[in-house]
């Protein structure tokens, strides 16, 4: 059975990327994509550039303050800024590329943090709390997006079931969002007891001062990474960032869940039927620098980074093995 949980999310994220390529190309049938794709690449100006540059940067400083984070809530103090955020950009570039976060994730953090001393189960707690630090940040967005305008999910009319878009139905998925996150922070501010699940597994509300981290981190990451495709979208039609940030939270959700790599095809999928208003090959454009600043220039790095300290580690033990007698 386990052998066959092994062989089943690869196999539902490869028909998902293959599904959205197979819909993608019937949006985009009979259009010329490379070279208009690449004209509107051209046309975007230097400063959005450095603008969708300094979103990443935003989004991947977020993402290592989730494992700064994790271990204040583990009480783990000796670690320094620069391993975390080394050890944090490595393993979210690694694991939003080859998917399955969790697990490609969890495999990297333990091989840095335990040269730091972390026992696995720390660094399984980690892994659990900054996964859940994220899915906080979308239900938080969310609810603020949904809440304040319900109206939102109107874009993926047609796209999906009309009870999903529907205004009210988005509206009452708004506020019980927003009442999630108010039971959490009551949860944490006046110490409720741990939350049983199937009798093994508990959820314990974190300290005040971890919660309140929370509550700026989680959204700051997604804000960052949807900065991204903000700045690389034309102003002309350019719906506002709370439509972008919107279409970024459903796309790269989805994506998740999907378990494709990278969640190649079905981010652009759905993100395109999202933005009506902008004509859909400048939108393509915007999302390949998307992938190319969040995805495939941070992969880059990871890799180098990766190799160093494997080398690293295969020459300090090469000495250890010189110096026995």
Not at 118 to 135: D, E, M, N, R, W
Not at 291 to 300: D, M, Q, S
């Amino acid at each position: 059975m386990r052998k066959l949980l092994e062989y089943f999310w690869p196999a539902v994220g490869l028909v998902a990327v293959v599904a959205s390529f197979f819909l993608l190309y019937h949006e985009f049938k009979g259009e010329s994509v490379g070279a208009e794709v690449w004209a509107n690449l051209q046309a975007i100006p230097t400063s959005r550039y450095l603008l969708a540059g300094l979103s990443t940067l935003v989004a991947y400083a977020a993402l290592a303050w989730y494992d700064r984070i994790a271990l204040l809530h583990l009480g783990v103090k000796h670690i320094n800024w620069l391993f975390i955020s080394v050890c944090s950009f490595t393993t979210y570039a690694l694991s939003h590329n080859i998917g399955a976060s969790v697990f490609s994730g969890a495999m990297v953090r333990y091989r840095a943090y335990s040269t730091k001393g972390l026992t696995a189960t720390q660094v399984a707690t980690l892994v659990v709390l900054c996964s859940y630090t994220f899915g906080f940040g979308n239900v938080l967005l969310a609810g603020l997006l949904l809440t304040y305008d319900p109206a939102l999910m109107q874009r993926l009319s047609g796209f999906l079931p009309d009870i999903l878009t529907n205004p009210n139905t988005a509206l009452v998925v708004g506020l019980s969002c927003l009442a999630f996150v108010v039971l959490y922070i009551l949860g944490s501010l006046m110490h409720f007891r741990a939350i049983r699940l199937f009798g093994r597994f508990e959820i314990l509300y974190p300290r005040p001062g971890i919660m309140l981290r929370q509550l700026f981190a989680a959204p700051l990451e997604l804000i960052g990474a949807a900065g991204i495709i903000y700045f690389a979208l034309p102003e002309q039609g350019n719906p506002g960032f709370l439509v972008v940030l919107g279409a970024f939270l459903l796309s790269f959700s989805a994506a998740l869940v999907s378990h494709a790599p990278g969640g190649l095809g079905v981010f652009e999928l759905l993100f395109i039927n999202v933005m009506p208003d902008v004509p859909r090959l400048k939108v393509l454009a915007a999302l390949l620098v998307w992938r190319l600043f969040y995805l495939i220039v941070p992969l880059l790095i990871a890799l180098v980074v990766v190799a160093l300290f494997e080398r690293k580690k295969l020459v300090e033990r090469w000495r250890r093995i010189e110096e026995q007698p």
